[in-house]
């Protein structure tokens, strides 16, 4: 077959452009993300070959080889790994490999990744960073097991297109071929290549070879020799003392695609019958795919330093996906395959012991060194707290470390639940929440106001799951929850004669109300949680909360519609003088418009429209001449 020409992706020509002008501080990671692409494919070709040991073509001996030429000024990157078909090379080099391409189109165009353009290394720009100190780069590969004229090179200069064509190729894997920008010419030196092998990739377990000089025993240059460059040690079961923050932070960096430092690091071994190694990764922010679909959960798994597979979602609970890392078992097969892993009892150990670390890590921030944790919170707090729903045996334990503003802290302060228990006049016996979209729309609610009057305090809930995850809690230290904004509420015990009497009185106007409103509201009764405010809306106790419901409906799907409740304050001036009108006449039509008067304000009070603004705002008009 002979050369074809093919045009990029047009997210690609725009990752291009982008990564070569802005990733270039960061150029040297080039090597970095081809070594690692090198040892991923060695990784494959290794576990195939344990059940298929054709694929090793007659040899076995792993490794990667950088190859200088100063002549030629290229770089060249060889494995002999698991290598690419033609097919396999036009997706993977051709097109960004990622499941969120529309949100990688518009993270590329956001000012945030303009600002910090480093952002775009965790959607996994790999390859193409070549072309930051490359012109042009030739890939020539040959998948492990085809026969010799199945070999392709794959070429570019990252102008918008590329060539792929078939070539004969003896060895199996894959050469990467640089051809270094002029400028660039630098990295050829075998010393600078050392230097940045070490820094970036001394971790990678193959070997990373290079032919060096050689000196004889006069320090006279004798021809050259093979060198390897890394030390090969897997740098999770190395010793903590030796290994420096440095490592930790490019070892994260190789693990996850991420360009900014972890905020945590965990690494432990665990000994005794079921020993394995695990250094795990709380990362700083949230990735942009952290609640699509198809975002990968787990951590890469190692059965004796072979790896095993990239994500393995058997050993983390869904509520701590952002966790990223590596687990290397010294117990599990080596052919353990994805169904085994799902009911692995050895796999649930591990994944037990490793919730409770990364969940003691996240409670000892929370601790002792608040903002982190308060900083974590903010990227990861949304889905920390699904585990209250997915992990019925550490519910508490989640539930301890939830943050919430209330209508006692300023707002960007939190409280948490320890503290509002601990803080509970000794007359209060439930836990108040109530939900909305922010600060601003709760703060100011009129449901807080028989609660601000009684001291007692209310947290604000923001996210659309939290009633749900509330309701599920249920309690918190023998303390029931309660929304204000749902269900009657009875602060005052000895109001309740009061309220009965108030009952009796406005039983009639109550009447008249739920008649002339039973197309909007379900029922029509006096409040326990009016201070000031005439009238709100409220939801039954056992009705979809607001926000929950607002979430539903935008993700389409079907809502019953329920009717709320309006409830009135039985100690507001304008609830008497409408009882008054009443009496004296009791078909007034005004009755009428103040009953959708009322209903109105209860909208407007809760962030919703009226009904009919142009009415309300007419009506308003029309009562403010007449006064
Ligand atoms: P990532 O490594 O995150 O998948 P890259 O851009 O680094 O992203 O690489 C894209 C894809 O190209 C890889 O997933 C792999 O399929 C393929 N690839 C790159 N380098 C090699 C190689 N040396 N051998 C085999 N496949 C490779
Ligand atoms: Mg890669």
Redesign the pocket.
């Known amino acids: 077959m002979s050369a074809q020409t093919m045009e990029f992706k047009t997210e690609v020509k725009q990752l291009l452009d982008l990564m070569i002008h802005s990733l270039y501080s960061h150029k040297e990671i080039f090597l970095r993300?081809?070594i690692?692409?090198?040892s991923?494919?060695i990784d494959?070709a290794r576990y195939e070959s344990l059940t298929n040991q054709a694929l090793l073509e007659g040899g076995g001996d792993w490794k990667i080889e950088l190859i200088a030429d100063k002549e030629a000024g290229t770089l060249t990157?060889r494995?002999n790994?698991?290598?690419?078909t033609r097919d396999?090379a036009i997706t993977?080099?051709g097109t960004i490999?990622h499941s969120g391409t529309k949100e990688f189109m518009k993270a590329l165009q956001s000012k945030e990744v303009k600002e910090n353009p480093e952002l775009i290394g965790q959607f996994?720009?790999?390859?193409?960073s070549s072309f930051m100190v490359a012109d042009k780069v030739s890939?020539r590969?040959r998948k492990a097991g085809a026969a010799n004229d199945q070999g392709i090179v794959w070429e570019s200069s990252a102008d918008g297109s590329y060539t792929i064509d078939t070539i004969t190729k003896e060895t199996r894997?894959?050469d990467?071929i640089l051809y270094m920008k002029e400028e660039e010419k630098n990295l050829l030196d075998q010393w600078e290549l050392r230097r940045i092998v070490r820094k970036y990739s001394d971790y990678i377990e193959h070997a990373i070879c290079m032919e060096i000089d050689n000196y004889d025993d006069k320090g006279e240059k004798d021809g050259t020799k093979e060198d390897i460059l890394n030390s090969r040690k897997a740098i999770w079961l190395k010793d903590k003392s030796e290994i420096t923050a440095e490592e930790y932070k490019e070892f994260y960096k190789h693990v996850s695609?991420d360009f900014t430092d972890p905020a945590e690091t965990i690494h432990y071994r665990a000994e005794g019958t079921n020993e394995f190694s695990a250094l795990l990764y709380i990362p700083s922010r949230a990735p942009f795919d952290l609640f699509y679909k198809e975002y990968k959960i787990g951590p890469t798994l190692y059965v004796k330093r072979v790896q095993i597979m990239e994500h393995c979602e058997a050993l983390m609970p869904v509520y701590l996906r952002f966790v990223k890392g590596v687990v290397d078992s010294s117990d599990l097969p080596l052919n353990v395959s994805r169904e085994i892993l799902q009911n692995n009892r050895m796999i649930e150990v591990i994944k037990k012991n490793i919730t409770k670390r990364v969940l003691d890590a996240l409670s000892h921030m929370k601790q002792n060194d608040f903002d982190k944790y308060l900083a974590f919170y903010k990227e990861f707090g949304k889905v920390l707290k699904e585990g209250i729903h997915y992990d019925a045996t550490r519910k508490e334990a989640i539930a301890e470390l939830l943050l919430f503003e209330s209508s006692k802290t300023a707002a960007g302060e939190f409280t948490n639940l320890s503290d509002y228990v601990t803080n509970m006049p000794s007359d209060q016996n439930e836990i108040y929440y109530i939900t909305g979209e922010s600060r601003g729309e709760v703060a100011s609610s009129p449901y807080l106001e028989a609660f601000r009057d009684k001291g007692y305090e209310v947290l604000f809930m923001y996210d659309e799951i939290d009633d749900y995850i509330i309701t599920n809690l249920g309690e918190f230290k023998g303390k029931k929850f309660k929304s204000v904004i749902k269900g009657d509420i009875a602060l005052d015990k000895d109001k309740e004669e009061q309220k009965k009497e108030a009952e009796k009185k406005y039983k009639l106007l109550i009447d008249l109300l739920k008649d002339r409103l039973k197309d909007d509201v379900g029922e029509v009764r006096l409040s326990g949680r009016l201070k000031d405010s005439a009238c709100c809306l409220v939801a039954g106790e056992t009705d979809m909360d607001p926000q929950m419901e607002k979430l539903l409906k935008s993700m389409g799907q079907e809502v019953p519609d329920t009717k709320r409740i309006l409830e009135l304050n039985s100690e507001h001036p304008v609830v008497a003088k409408m009882n008054a009108l009443f009496e004296e006449n009791k078909e007034n039509p005004i009755l009428g418009e103040y009953a959708e008067m009322l209903y109105d304000q209860a909208l407007i009070m809760e962030g919703s429209k009226p009904k009919d603004p142009s009415r309300f705002a007419q009506r308003i008009s029309r009562l403010m001449a007449g006064a």
């Open positions: 993300e081809l690692s692409n090198a991923d494919a494959k990157i494995d790994g698991i290598g690419l396999e993977a080099l490999a996994g720009v790999g390859f193409y890939v590969s894997g894959t990467v695609h």
